[in-house]
Nanobody, 117 residues
Framework: VQLVESGGGMVQPGGSLRLSCVAS????????MSWVRQAPGKGPEWVSV????????YYADSVKGRFTISRDNAKNTLYLQMNSLKPEDTALYYC???????????WGQGTQVTVSS
């Protein structure tokens, strides 16, 4: 099983980034998928989840209205579109297989997002 995130970087407040997570080694379209982030010195924070078909999505209050989770099952890829970024969004962002990422054995290595002027 492999999950590989990409798309992170440094952006100014108010900017946008699109994260991708390419999955392999398991049946991607059979798993709900999640995004989790961990800011420096803090514990992991659940960000968003999407169901297998992509028709149901949920977000943490801290990102609701700014972030959009999506998936392309034909490409085994999960996305997180992040708009109106704030400094408090600075974190290492992970994708995880399953609707409860904290019970999942399948996590990526993370991609760093830094929001700073």
């Amino acid at each position: 099983v492999q999950l590989v995130e990409s798309g992170g970087g440094m952006v100014q407040p108010g900017g946008s980034l699109r994260l991708s997570c390419v999955a392999s080694g398991f049946t991607f379209n059979s798993y709900d998928m999640s995004w989790v982030r961990q800011a420096p010195g803090k514990g992991p924070e659940w960000v968003s989840v999407i169901n297998t078909g992509g028709g149901s999505t949920y977000y943490a209050d801290s990102v609701k209205g700014r972030f959009t989770i999506s998936r392309d099952n034909a490409k085994n890829t999960l996305y997180l579109q992040m708009n109106s970024l704030k400094p408090e969004d600075t974190a290492l962002y992970y994708c995880a297989a399953g609707g409860d990422p904290f019970s999942s054995d399948y996590w990526g290595q993370g991609t760093q997002v830094t929001v700073s002027s």
